[in-house]
């Protein structure tokens, strides 16, 4: 192929491409977007949907498992007390069943408005995953006005100054605190 571009998502991305045999042909990082129309703050109030005063700590996968974080978030349910929740979207009814106590999961949802409301009632969103080309969920919160705590691994980090939140090494969730 003579004329081709390249188009990751993010420069994480454009920099692995740089050590595959794609590095040939030029690169050219166009980030994704998001509708700002939906994924915007919103005055949600905790009490109307039953989490009262907690601390509201979100998680967003359409699969969750070990590589999006799943395990980390169970280990950090157990550092924390319980005046914080923890809510995970996009787990499966058998993971659902299986949470512990201070983790409320939901089915993964197709509804972005009401997703969105998720984000604005939360009030950090922490990605843990360790395989993202551009950490899209972690662009949404941000857009609903939430800070968000992401891995240094992928391309989470380009998305995240001290302005909107923290970068924290892969694994050592002990540096949350």
Not at 78 to 83: D, F, Q
Request: proline content about 4%.
């Amino acid at each position: 192929v003579k004329n081709m571009t390249i188009v990751p998502v993010s420069n994480w991305l454009a920099n692995e491409l740089k050590h595959s045999f794609l590095n040939k042909y030029p690169i050219k990082v166009i980030h994704n977007g998001i509708n700002l129309d939906i994924f915007c703050p919103q005055e949600i109030h905790k009490k109307k949907i039953g989490l009262d005063d907690k601390f509201v700590i979100l998680g967003v996968a359409s699969n969750w498992e070990k590589r999006k974080g799943l395990n980390d978030f169970i280990h950090l349910r157990t550092l924390l007390p319980s005046e914080y929740i923890i809510i995970l979207i996009g787990l499966s009814e058998r993971q659902i069943k299986k949470m512990p106590k201070g983790i409320i999961g939901i089915r993964r949802t197709n509804n972005v408005q009401e997703l969105a409301k998720y984000y604005s009632v939360s009030d950090v969103y922490i990605n843990f995953s360790v395989e993202e080309t551009f950490g899209m969920t972690t662009c949404e919160s941000l857009a609903c006005g939430t800070p968000v705590i992401v891995y240094d691994k992928t391309a989470c980090p380009e998305l995240v100054n001290s302005s909107c939140g923290k970068v924290v090494e892969a694994g050592n969730i002990e540096l949350l605190f």
